[in-house]
Each structure stands twice: as structure tokens, then as C-alpha cells.
């Protein structure tokens, strides 16, 4: 059965947050595994279409009330500044089933503040935006002391990052999940970052040769 990268799409969902997750993991370009991909399926809150900060229109292709952590690899949460109103409760249930279930979940800017909100970062490292902030947008999070100031934190299954750390969000993403090798992970990132000739370099070099 194929098991899909499943994005929660909202309206004002933040474009560029988890583009660089979804072209990689959607395409397998630099998968260790020659051919293979995870394909990206939408899911909505329900089947009305959003539009993105960008002004992009996209229509769910399933529901949260049809989602399971059997079908998935992974649930990306990305940014928007909607997340606090109630019809994405439904998704942070289903956040915790996957979490319970061992299927990874990715969260980055405002995605973060609704999980803490939600309770599920008050026992777990994690980062967010700023800490203050966190604070006091999510009234009831109890977290703080396992805020992490780094860009983009790994704690098992869930990954938290930073709105202005989208290249972070998705190293994290890639080796948490194992579809690169080490060296393409380090490669990548070294391209994205340092975007220098030898770092692409060193990118092509790491992929298995394909016949």
C-alpha cells in the first residue's frame, strides 16, 4: 500500500514553509532508494477550498475525519495565522493519534502555537517562534521549559521549527524520516545554506548511481 506525505492545508497556509519538504519528498530526487518518492496528498479541515497567504487555491483532496496514521509517513502542519479558530481542533486530535501510532508529525510557525495550545508541547523539547511569544498567544501552554532556541528541534516523532527556518524544517524532516543518506542530508543542507558550487558538488556525488 502507498503511504502518502499528507499537508493540513488552511486558509492563509504559509506557501513557502513546507515547499521545500513536499517538492523533495513528492519527487525522490535525492532519495537513497533510486525511484522511490512520497507522494503529497491535501487534507482539509472539510472539502471547502482554502487559498494560501500566497493567493494559491487548493482543494483538499480527503478530510481529517478520513486520515489515518496506517496510510500516512508523515503530517506536515504548516504556518498560517488562522490556526487558533476551532475547526482545526480536529487536526490536532488527530496530530496526538499520530504521535501515539509512531508516524511522524512536522509543524512549523503558527502550526506550533496551536500545538502548544493544545497541550501537546508541554512535555516535549520543541522550538517555535520565540518563547515569549508562545506564551502569550497559547494561554494555556505549560511547555516552557522544554523550549529549545534552535531553528528547527527533533523530539521523536515530532518536529517543531521556526517560521523563518524553513531549510532546517526540512533537514530535520529528511533525517527523521531516512529517505536521504547522511551525506545527501549534509549536502543538501550545505547547498540551500552556503549555496556554493562545491556543495552542489558534493550533493550529486552523494546520490546512489542510477542505471
Not at 107 to 123: H, N, Q, S
Not at 136 to 156: C, F, I, K, M, N
Not at 169 to 195: D, I, K, Q
Request: glycine share 10%.
Amino acid at each position: 500500500m502507498t503511504k502518502y506525505v499528507h499537508l493540513y492545508v488552511l486558509d492563509g497556509l504559509s506557501d513557502w514553509e513546507p515547499g521545500y519538504i513536499l517538492a523533495e519528498l513528492n519527487s525522490g530526487r535525492y532519495f537513497a532508494e533510486p525511484g522511490a518518492s512520497l507522494p503529497v496528498r491535501t487534507v482539509g479541515a472539510t472539502m471547502a477550498p482554502i487559498r494560501t497567504l500566497g493567493g494559491i487555491g487548493i482543494t483538499p483532496e480527503l478530510t481529517v475525519a478520513e486520515l489515518a496514521p496506517d496510510d500516512s509517513s508523515l503530517l506536515v502542519l504548516p504556518g498560517a495565522d488562522t490556526w487558533l479558530t476551532p475547526e482545526h481542533c480536529l487536526v490536532l486530535d488527530k496530530a496526538r493519534e499520530f504521535l501515539a501510532a509512531g508516524v511522524p508529525v512536522a509543524a512549523i510557525c503558527g502550526a506550533t502555537i496551536a500545538l502548544a495550545e493544545a497541550g501537546i508541547l508541554d512535555e516535549r523539547p520543541h522550538t517555535s517562534n520565540d518563547p515569549q511569544a508562545l506564551s502569550a498567544l497559547a494561554p494555556s501552554y505549560r511547555g516552557g521549559e522544554h523550549y529549545v532556541g534552535e531553528p528547527a528541534v527533533t523530539d521523536g516523532d515530532l518536529i517543531t521549527a521556526s517560521g523563518t527556518a524553513p531549510v532546517e524544517f526540512a533537514r530535520e524532516v529528511f533525517r527523521r524520516l531516512g529517505v536521504f543518506s547522511p551525506a545527501t542530508v549534509n549536502a543538501w543542507y550545505g547547498l540551500h545554506t552556503e549555496r556554493t558550487a562545491e556543495q552542489f558538488a558534493a550533493l550529486m556525488h552523494s546520490l546512489p548511481v542510477r542505471s
